[in-house]
């Protein structure tokens, strides 16, 4: 989740003191009564310190093993193995693709996510899915900020935006003849995994009415073949972004619609996203997700490709582009602390309407008789807001033909990035695969009778915490949360992360998302030798 300061905090927590707290790079804004701050000191001495993580909110754990309440009577750090697992795999995902696409070897041989909430409730969102119009899987990442309204809606509309501008005119208007004569619709997505939590279906035939003017204009410019995927990710953002803007502003007389669009709108988040077609790689990012490729080269050695750059104060690229659309007179409080306005830590995001109208235009709208307060839409306007919009979802896209040495990309949240770098990722998912080849029974050699194979299970149980992950996500969240500064698993720090009251959770850690994709090396040879 990308953090903001007193712009994101809802207005009931006025009633409590505000404690900020320094994290590496990162600063904090929570609530945090007086009752708590021995507990604070209590998981500092047991977490220690691990990179950047440190005070950092993740959908609540089952009872046994999550508690929402500091009392000391109430408080235990226990958690037996076999509960640590089943915590940290409780969100896992995972898929085997088949072989062919349209009769082409597919690129892609399968994927595996997961995710860990530390916010309640968690504010990230992942989608994947294929399109069924044009070539081509889409992956997904949507990080949240503000509440989860934002993330939620984008990762249930962005692939529709992308699918529609890949599509020929031909089937734009197999699809526009299908809505002017009451027909059903050509399928336009599979999902493998969809983002859930889905929003009410009369919404969403306000979103489908956005859509289908969309691809309108699409098909006013008489493009035969459609975009190209550069420009439909681009152009699929930024169309998104200003749906979200629109979608507030239009009078709705359903008032569950208008709360729900305010919600998004007011509400924030990131997003990285890969469209993969064939050896055909695009990247879009906007905030401050990532994504990176594992590559093993001909001696063996790997190393790690990213493909993203973090849309943030760290990025001189990013704080020019910033200074240069804005006057001169601003060049020291556009960025300050490190944060966009002082406010919010990504450059580059969905909905966040508050840093993208003028004032006048945010006024008018929530003076529409909105119950703000129980809609947690805190108003607050930036110190030095001269010149918006300060914030873009523009995103940056990156093109990398795949090759047989790229073995897999890893698309994560900032809450993996944070305490884990580019190249230990990599290394985790390497250990992962040299893990999963060592431990996969040698069938082949023997005879898979049912006795062998109850004595392969019975060996597994055996292990107990030393079964290995069979999920690289998980295996990323584990040492993500579990890690010391050195690197090293420590089981009383990963208890005790898991087992984090609700209250303090996202002062330690934030949401984790995770996908890998592992590519095909086999099929992406192939097709370079076949010319």
Excluded at 351 to 371: H, I, T
Aim: with cysteine; aromatic share 8%.
């Amino acid at each position: 989740m990308s953090s903001t300061l007193p712009f994101w905090i809802l207005k009931n927590s006025a009633r409590n003191s505000i404690a900020t707290l320094q994290g590496g790079r990162r600063l904090y804004s929570r609530c945090a009564s007086n009752r708590n701050e021995s507990r604070l000191r209590l998981f500092s001495q047991v977490l220690g310190t691990r990179k950047s993580i440190g005070p950092c909110s993740g959908s609540a754990l089952q009872k046994a093993y999550r508690h929402t309440s500091t009392e000391e009577d109430d408080f235990h750090l226990q958690l037996s193995p076999e509960q640590v697992n089943e915590v940290l795999r409780a969100g896992e995902s995972a898929h085997k693709m088949l072989d062919l696409v349209s009769g082409v070897p597919n690129s892609v041989l399968r994927f595996e996510s997961n995710q860990l909430a530390a916010n309640s409730p968690v504010e990230d969102r992942r989608g994947i899915a294929s399109c069924l119009q044009t070539n081509g899987l889409m992956f997904g990442i949507f990080d949240g900020h503000g509440g989860h309204a934002c993330a939620q809606a984008v990762s249930e509309r962005l692939f529709y935006y992308m699918a529609v501008s890949l599509m020929s005119q031909q089937t734009l208007e197999q699809m526009e003849g299908a809505m002017e004569s009451m027909k059903p619709l050509l399928p336009i997505l599979h999902w493998l995994k969809h983002p859930g939590d889905s929003i009410y279906k009369d919404v969403t035939s306000v979103h489908l009415d956005h859509l289908r003017v969309y691809w309108q204009e699409l098909l006013d410019l008489h493009m035969e073949m459609g975009l190209n995927i550069k420009e439909a990710l681009m152009y699929s953002f930024q169309r998104l972004d200003s749906d979200i803007s629109l979608e507030v502003q239009a009078p709705l007389e359903d008032e569950m619609t208008r709360n729900l669009s305010l919600q998004v709108a007011f509400s924030g988040a990131t997003a990285c996203v890969a469209h993969v077609d064939g050896v055909h790689l695009h990247v879009a990012n906007a905030g401050d997700c990532r994504a990176v490729i594992g590559v093993q080269e001909d001696n063996g050695m790997w190393s790690c490709l990213p493909l993203t750059c973090d849309h943030n104060a760290w990025n001189p690229a990013e704080l020019s582009r910033l200074k240069g659309e804005h006057p001169e007179s601003e060049d020291r409080t556009v960025i300050m602390d490190n944060r966009l306005l002082g406010v919010l830590m990504p450059c580059r995001a969905f909905g966040d309407v508050q840093l993208k109208w003028s004032k006048e235009l945010q006024r008018s709208v929530l003076e529409r008789g909105f119950d703000t307060e129980a809609l947690n839409i805190y108003q607050f306007t930036p110190p030095h807001y001269y010149t918006p919009p300060y914030l873009t979802a523009e995103p940056e896209v990156t093109y990398h033909r795949l090759r047989p040495q790229d073995k897999f990309l890893v698309l994560a949240s900032d809450g993996l990035w944070d305490v884990l770098g580019n190249e230990e990722v990599v290394r985790l998912v390497v250990e992962h695969l040299a893990e999963a080849g060592r431990h996969k029974p040698d069938l082949a050699q023997r005879p898979a009778n049912l006795g062998l194979m109850q004595s392969l299970l019975l060996q597994r149980k055996a292990q107990g915490l030393r079964a290995a992950d069979q999920n690289a996500a998980t295996r990323l969240i584990r040492h993500a949360i579990g890690s010391n500064e050195y690197g090293e698993m420590e089981p009383e720090r990963l208890t005790a992360m898991l087992t984090l009251p609700e209250d303090l959770a996202r002062m330690y850690r934030d949401d984790i998302t995770v996908t890998v994709v592992y590519f095909n090396s086999d099929s992406i040879d192939a097709y370079y030798k076949g010319g």
